[in-house]
T-cell receptor
Framework: DAKTTQPPSMDCAEGRAANLPCNHS???????VYWYRQIHSQGPQYIIH???NNETNEMASLIITEDRKSSTLILPHATLRDTAVYYC???????????FGTGTSLTVIP | KAGVTQTPRYLIKTRGQQVTLSCSPI?????VSWYQQTPGQGLQFLFE???????NKGNFPGRFSGRQFSNSRSEMNVSTLELGDSALYLC??????????????FGSGTQLSVL
């Protein structure tokens, strides 16, 4: 069962930061938060993951609240190629069984 | 390093037939997982293989099966195809240590259409 809640859709102006929220209020202490994105009819692409601390890589930043009940994925300068469905996933470890949920459809507007 | 490779990219079958899909993981990855994606149900986990053994299984009927070879390549098979099996089938690989911070890397998928 998906353990995350995301808004179904969001728009963002090109060049601006895209902030995608995710609620995971039932997360347990050792469960990681992962973010993937999927461009139409392609496989999901890994973006970033974290446990407690904020994380940053070349693609994005992940901000996790202190109580770990929610997080925000930040794409600092959105481009048209960032238009995709973004999935926030709490990894419940039973092998590699990720529960993807319905994700947020992000549209970057020129 | 080559990514996860899935073949074929597109497949058309008729009801009642069977189909076999193939997945080659990233070199050095020993875990292969399979997912089904449909517009109605989204992405759903089918099963995971590690060291030629099924390690985990989702909630799918027995018509869906898989296997993994000694070189970590995997195949999944769907027998007695139904219209509802039309979907994008995705394969994902990972190192397979079992660590909870292990990343999955997905292939581009096989788009199966059942007529």
């Amino acid at each position: 069962d998906a353990k995350t809640t995301q808004p179904p859709s969001m728009d963002c102006a090109e060049g601006r930061a895209a902030n995608l929220p995710c609620n995971h209020s039932t997360i347990s202490g050792n469960e990681y938060v992962y973010w993937y994105r999927q461009i139409h009819s392609q496989g999901p692409q890994y973006i970033i993951h974290g446990l407690k601390n904020n994380e940053t890589n070349e693609m994005a930043s992940l901000i996790i609240t202190e109580d770990r009940k929610s997080s925000t994925l930040i794409l600092p300068h959105a481009t048209l190629r960032d238009t995709a469905v973004y999935y926030c996933i709490v990894r419940v470890y039973t092998g590699n069984q990720f529960y993807f949920g319905t994700g947020t459809s992000l549209t970057v507007i020129p | 390093k080559a990514g996860v490779t899935q073949t074929p990219r597109y497949l058309i079958k008729t009801r009642g037939q069977q189909v076999t899909l193939s997945c080659s993981p990233i070199s050095g990855h020993r875990s292969v997982s399979w997912y089904q994606q449909t517009p109605g149900q989204g992405l759903q986990f089918l099963f995971e293989y590690f060291s030629e053994t099924q390690r985990n299984k989702g909630n799918f009927p027995g018509r869906f099966s898989g296997r993994q070879f000694s070189n970590s390549r995997s195949e999944m098979n769907v027998s007695t195809l139904e219209l509802g099996d039309s979907a994008l089938y995705l394969c994902a690989s990972s190192i397979g240590t079992g660590a909870t911070n292990e990343k999955l890397f997905f292939g581009s998928g096989t788009q199966l259409s059942v007529l």
